[in-house]
């Protein structure tokens, strides 16, 4: 008895190489001046939006504690994107690699994006010198980033493609929703933000096209199985914020030189488990852009993701 293979079309998302590039030029900042000389943090002002931060439910600090966790929050969220985009990077590279004789514009595109990915990665670690000579601490980040970029690309690229597709639509979700108009967030890490989304909103259409090239011509049993991959990257990212959980926890500790009681921690470990499993995975498999990619692919993989979503908000 032969097997029936079933493709599946990614296509009618209207996304180009093209008009990615076209748009990926008109923005095209420079790390240097965007950060540095009089561009500086103000320690005075919180730094992320509430919606991801959820410190003012922790009603056992005070509204300085409250502020120095949003910070620490703040630092390892741009910390935790330099680590996820030195898989990115790679991941990009070979993906443009097997094909450079061909479409231009594509050559084009995935080389502009795997820079510009170069291009934050360098300007998030510019961040974190400057955040800890202005916070005074240093505060932990998981890593390093060689060993979870190993972890990940070790997955089918097609596992590896969804997950970056759900990263790069997160960042816009959080900028536009969550920070463009909060006027009490510091405008400084405001505008790194704003500098980032400007260019990921060109990576999350390379994205869906890339998850495109390497759908095509797959059975509906080898995209399943991708999504299980992409769900099993997931649980790693998982693991990985219980941990950033802690290490924010004792960051908090040593900067507010409070001891929390067993009581306070486990609402704390809680809550901000929760806070980071939202920012990091609910936020990005909620989102609609990667729920119409999913449903593209195969519309038992969105089902599949909607089941297990609320885990993660
Ligand atoms: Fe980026
Ligand atoms: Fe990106």
Redesign the pocket.
Same mark, same amino acid.
Do not use: P, V
């Given at each position: 008895m032969s097997t029936a293979i079933e493709t599946v079309t990614t296509k009618n998302h209207g996304y180009s190489y093209q008009a990615a590039l076209a748009a990926s030029q008109k923005v095209n900042w420079r790390v240097e001046d965007i950060i540095g000389g009089d561009k500086r943090l103000d320690f005075s002002k919180p730094f992320m939006p509430e919606s991801l931060a959820r410190v003012k439910v922790l009603d056992f600090l005070s509204a300085d504690e409250k502020r120095t966790l949003n910070q620490i929050r703040g630092n390892s969220y741009l910390c935790i994107?330099g680590v996820v *985009?030195e898989f990115?990077l790679p991941f990009v590279m070979d993906h443009a690699r097997p094909q450079l004789r061909g479409d231009d514009y594509r050559v084009r595109a995935l080389l502009q994006f795997a820079s510009?990915?170069a291009k934050?990665i360098h300007l998030f670690k510019k961040f974190r010198e400057e955040f800890e000579s202005g916070f005074g601490i240093n505060c932990s980040v998981i890593g390093p980033p060689e060993a979870i970029a190993q972890a990940v690309l070790a997955h089918d690229p097609l596992a590896v493609v969804l997950a970056i597709l759900q990263i790069?639509w997160m960042?816009q979700q959080h900028y536009l929703d969550g920070m463009k108009d909060d006027q009490e967030l510091d405008p400084q890490f405001k505008s790194l933000l704003k500098h980032?989304w400007m *260019?990921?909103a060109q990576?999350a259409r390379l994205d869906t096209l890339m998850v495109q090239a390497l759908s095509e011509g797959r059975s509906r049993q080898e995209i399943e199985k991708a999504v299980e991959e992409y769900i099993e990257i997931g649980a790693f990212v998982d693991d990985g914020l219980h941990a950033q959980t802690q290490f924010d926890l004792e960051a908090f500790e040593r900067a507010t030189g409070r001891t929390l009681t067993a009581s306070e921690r486990e609402k704390f470990v809680e809550v901000q488990t929760q806070a980071n499993l939202w920012t990091y995975l609910g936020s990005g498999m909620t989102h609609p852009k990667f729920q119409e990619t999913l449903q593209r692919l195969l519309p038992e993989a969105r089902e599949r993701i909607e089941q297990i979503a609320p885990l993660f908000c």
């Open positions: 994107f *985009e990115i510009e990915e934050h790069e960042t980032h *260019e990921e990576h």
